[in-house]
Structure formats: structure tokens, C-alpha cells
């Protein structure tokens, strides 16, 4: 009996680190998120009034936000961004539509990250610099139901 359930153990653990596997590969394919320099050209091209599309993704981890038993859950799974960038030739007007994937991302109940949860239009893209912690962000700006937003 002890060997049967062994086996059993054994088996359902192969078939639980196939299908992690073949799950991390699928998202692989599916979402590449944009770097720093197709960020950068996606602007560029903007303010020439080309149209053009980038994914940005980030991974969120979890996990209390510190070691007591009564520390929030931090947000947790990947937040997606498709942006696509529009011309208008009348106008002379780009915008950026921005369509969230949150199909794998889960929302902090008690610390909440400020996100786009529905599409919306921005205007552009800037680069906001923390000068106290030498870093910066890329910001979507102008956009429907917020004055901005942070990439991902």
C-alpha cells in the first residue's frame, strides 16, 4: 500500500511541474514586454505621427509587506499595458489607447497600487525623475480618468 501511494505521489508531482512549465512557456509567447528602448522609439515615432504598438508588463510578487501577522498582502501577478498609438492626420493629433490586461493580476485589498483597469486614452508618454532617489518612471500622461499614470 505504501508503494502505491508513493507512485501516486510521484506521478501527480511530474504532471504538476509539466504543467507549471508549459504554463510559464505559453505566457512567454504570449507577452513580451516592451524595454526601455522600444519605450523610447514608441515616443519618438508618436511625435512623428507614426502609429505603432507596445506591451509593457510588470510582475508583481506578493507576499506580506513585512514580517508582522497582521501585514497587508501586497498586489501580486503581472499587470499589463497594450498601448497603441494613434495619428490623426486632420487634426494633426496622437493619443495612446491603453487597453489593461488584468487576467493575471490580483489587486492588494489593503495596500491598492493605482492602476488603469479599464481602456482609456493618453496623451503621451514622460519620463518622471525622482531626483531624492536617483531613479525614474515612466508616466502615461493626460489620460481619460486620471491626469497619470505609471508604466509598468
Excluded at 125 to 138: A, C, N, S, V
Amino acid at each position: 500500500m505504501k508503494i502505491k501511494w508513493t507512485i501516486i505521489g510521484i506521478i501527480m508531482s511530474v504532471i504538476a511541474i509539466i504543467l507549471i512549465l508549459e504554463n510559464r512557456n505559453t505566457f512567454e509567447e504570449e507577452v513580451k514586454s516592451a524595454d526601455h528602448n522600444e519605450i523610447v522609439q514608441f515616443m519618438e515615432d508618436m511625435k512623428k505621427g507614426k502609429e505603432g504598438e507596445i506591451t509593457v508588463a510588470r510582475q508583481y510578487y506578493g507576499g506580506k509587506s513585512s514580517l508582522a501577522n497582521d501585514a497587508s498582502e501586497e498586489s501580486k501577478g503581472w499587470l499589463i499595458y497594450h498601448l497603441k498609438s494613434r495619428y490623426d492626420e486632420k487634426t494633426k493629433a496622437s493619443w495612446i489607447e491603453v487597453t489593461p490586461d488584468l487576467s493575471r493580476f490580483k489587486q492588494s485589498k489593503d495596500k491598492p497600487i493605482d492602476i488603469i483597469t479599464s481602456h482609456q486614452q493618453c496623451g503621451y508618454i514622460k519620463y518622471k525623475e525622482d531626483l531624492e532617489r536617483g531613479t525614474g518612471q515612466y508616466m502615461l500622461t493626460e489620460c481619460t480618468h486620471k491626469w497619470e499614470y505609471e508604466l509598468p
